[in-house]
């Protein structure tokens, strides 16, 4: 019996078997034999780079194919999931940079760019669908609120460039830039389907995996490498830099190793 009829007996979904036997295959390619020390090597690369939730989805993969494998003594146990509070809800970078390199992998490069797009603009998904190639070409998207108020959203020189060559590869000069099946723009219900989709896909947690996540992680790295508040609010056409400010929120962790290093008195 392979894996995958192993599987399908449990009565697991289409999506949870799918990741299962893409996590197992990973791990075949990567690690030469199925030992402890192996196990615990890969049990580390997924803690390193990836969230609480997706690396116990992993692990629950590795340890359905033990147990179809008879090898129960290797088990994995689980890592805990501590309390998140709002900014430990965003997609993390190595999320977002692994779930990019695997669209690209995979070929699937206009969700490759609805991705990069979300992360690197900072637009809200209901301005992404309104991207033209005209404003690629520009450089950037005038926005302009109910009030009359303008808003500029940028596209960033190297997401520009790696754009314009992937529109020469489909021939298109003009028009609305992520196009469903039928040739017409996508709807924001369409991306966000599909992102879960790709979430499950491979093996990420799908509370993270959502168009708004991305628009999160913009405004996190933007502050983190680049200080300036009432910038980041123009950008991201907030009215006020109090709904900003969330983006300063440190953890319930650094909150408690600052605690413990300042007040000594």
């Not at 580390?44 to 390193?48: A, F, K, N, Q, V």
């Not at 690396?55 to 692990?59: A, D, F, G, T, Y």
């Not at 499950?200 to 093996?203: E, P």
């Not at 490498?225 to 300036?228: H, I």
């Given at each position: 019996?392979?894996?995958?009829?192993?599987?399908?007996?449990?009565n697991?979904?289409?999506?949870?078997?799918?990741v299962y036997?893409?996590?197992?295959?990973?791990y075949?390619?990567?690690?030469?034999?199925?030992?402890?020390?192996?196990l615990?090597?890969?049990k580390?690369?997924?803690?390193?780079y990836?969230?609480?939730k997706t690396?116990?989805?992993?692990?629950q993969?590795?340890?359905k194919?033990?147990?179809?494998?008879?090898?129960?003594?290797l088990?994995?146990s689980?890592?805990k999931?501590?309390?998140?509070?709002?900014?430990?809800?965003?997609?993390?970078?190595?999320d977002y940079?692994?779930?990019k390199?695997?669209l690209?992998k995979?070929g699937?490069m206009?969700?490759?760019f609805v991705?990069?797009?979300?992360?690197?603009?900072?637009?809200?998904v209901s301005?992404?669908?309104?991207?033209?190639?005209?404003?690629?070409?520009?450089?950037y998207?005038?926005?302009?609120?109910?009030?009359?108020?303008?808003r500029r959203l940028?596209?960033?020189?190297?997401l520009?460039?790696?754009?314009q060559?992937w529109?020469?590869t489909?021939?298109?000069?003009?028009?609305?830039?992520?196009?469903?099946?039928?040739?017409?723009?996508?709807?924001?219900?369409?991306i966000s389907?599909?992102?879960k989709?790709?979430a499950?896909?491979?093996?990420l947690?799908k509370?993270?995996?959502?168009?708004?996540?991305f628009?999160?992680?913009?405004?996190k790295?933007?502050?983190e490498?680049?200080?300036?508040i009432?910038?980041?609010?123009?950008?991201m056409g907030?009215?006020s830099i109090?709904?900003t400010?969330?983006?300063?929120?440190?953890?319930a962790?650094?909150?408690?190793?600052?605690?413990?290093?300042?007040?000594?008195?």
């Open positions: 019996m392979t894996f995958e009829n192993y599987l399908k007996k449990e697991l979904s289409e999506h949870t078997i799918s036997l893409w996590t197992v295959e990973y075949e390619k990567n690690y030469d034999s199925l030992s402890k020390e192996n615990l090597a890969y580390g690369y997924l803690i390193e990836f969230k609480p690396v116990n989805l992993r692990i993969a590795i340890n194919y033990l147990e179809f494998r008879k090898m129960n003594q088990r994995l689980a890592v999931i501590q309390q998140k509070n709002f900014l430990e809800n965003v997609v993390s970078n190595a940079n692994f779930l390199k695997q690209k995979d699937n206009q969700w490759y991705v990069w797009y979300l992360a690197a603009t900072g637009a809200r301005e992404l669908i309104k991207i033209k190639v005209e404003h690629v070409n520009l450089g998207f005038d926005l302009y609120s109910k009030g009359g108020k303008l940028y596209i960033p020189k190297k520009r460039e790696e754009t060559k529109l020469e489909e021939c298109r000069t003009y028009g609305y830039l992520f196009l469903n099946k039928f040739g017409q723009r996508i709807t924001t219900r369409g389907q599909q992102l989709n790709y499950d896909k491979y093996g947690d509370k993270v995996i959502y168009p708004h996540s628009r999160h992680l913009y405004a790295n933007f502050l490498k680049y200080n300036d009432a910038l980041l609010a123009d950008l907030h009215e109090e709904t400010r969330i983006y300063l929120r440190r953890t962790t650094e909150q408690q190793e600052l605690i413990d290093k300042i007040v000594t008195w």
